[in-house]
Antibody, heavy 120, light 108 residues
């Protein structure tokens, strides 16, 4: 069965950096695009970033562009999110999610999320 | 940027029908996906490509999409359907993925 397990969350000061990881299993990781989606406390879902199955294309929400970098290591079945210049408004639960088989496909499997808190 | 608007809340009695709308400019030309999120849990896909259901999702969940509005319909509502629901599309003009504002469904 598909499993996505995020890690790397924690408390970081404003302006700091953090790298999230998402370990994937139960499917051919190298064949699917992957997303990061976040949810601030008590708020709705916000899409953060997407990477194609082979890493050839990456897209970012305007709110994180230039500060966050999505990447993947298909040999390790792992997705990453490097977060720099963190702000208080980046505080959220960060989910990784698998995309279906085509462009614009739904996010068909989600991890349980990892909490990032940006605070001094 | 593309915006999806949902009503903040919908209340429905058990056994009745809940309809959740998702408004967006010419959304009928896009594929709409719907997610259910219960408190403290990750979202779960309940409808994709406007009206298809993943395996394991009850037939009580259905969807439609036309013009400027997509709709998620939950028939014969049960207490376990109480959750937040989000619509989502891919905006190909910007290569951005967009979520709706979310709707809290309360079962009376």
């Amino acid at each position: 069965q598909v499993q996505l397990v995020e890690s790397g969350g924690g408390v970081v000061q404003p302006g700091g950096s953090l790298r999230l990881s998402c370990a994937a299993s139960g499917f051919t990781f190298s064949s699917y695009g992957m997303h990061w989606v976040r949810q601030a406390p008590g708020k709705g879902l916000e899409w953060v970033a997407f990477i194609r199955y082979d890493g050839s294309n990456k897209y970012y929400a305007d709110s994180v562009k230039g500060r966050f970098t999505i990447s993947r290591d298909n040999s390790k079945n792992t997705l990453y999110l490097q977060m720099n210049s963190l702000r208080a408004e980046d505080t959220a639960v960060y989910y990784c999610a698998k995309e279906g088989a085509a462009a614009g496909a739904p996010l068909d499997y989600w991890g349980q999320g990892t909490l990032v808190t940006v605070s001094s | 940027s593309y915006v999806l608007t949902q009503p903040p809340s919908v209340s429905v009695a058990p056994g009745q029908t809940a309809r959740i709308t998702c408004g967006g400019n010419n959304i009928g030309s896009k594929s709409v996906h719907w997610y259910q999120q219960k408190p403290g849990q990750a979202p779960v896909l309940v409808v994709y490509d406007d009206s298809d259901r993943p395996s394991g999702i009850p037939e009580r969940f259905s969807g439609s999409n036309s013009g400027n509005t997509a709709t998620l319909t939950i028939s014969r509502v049960e207490a376990g359907d109480e959750a937040d629901y989000y619509c989502q599309v891919w905006d190909s003009s910007s290569d951005h993925y967009v979520f709706g504002t979310g709707t809290k469904v309360t079962v009376l």
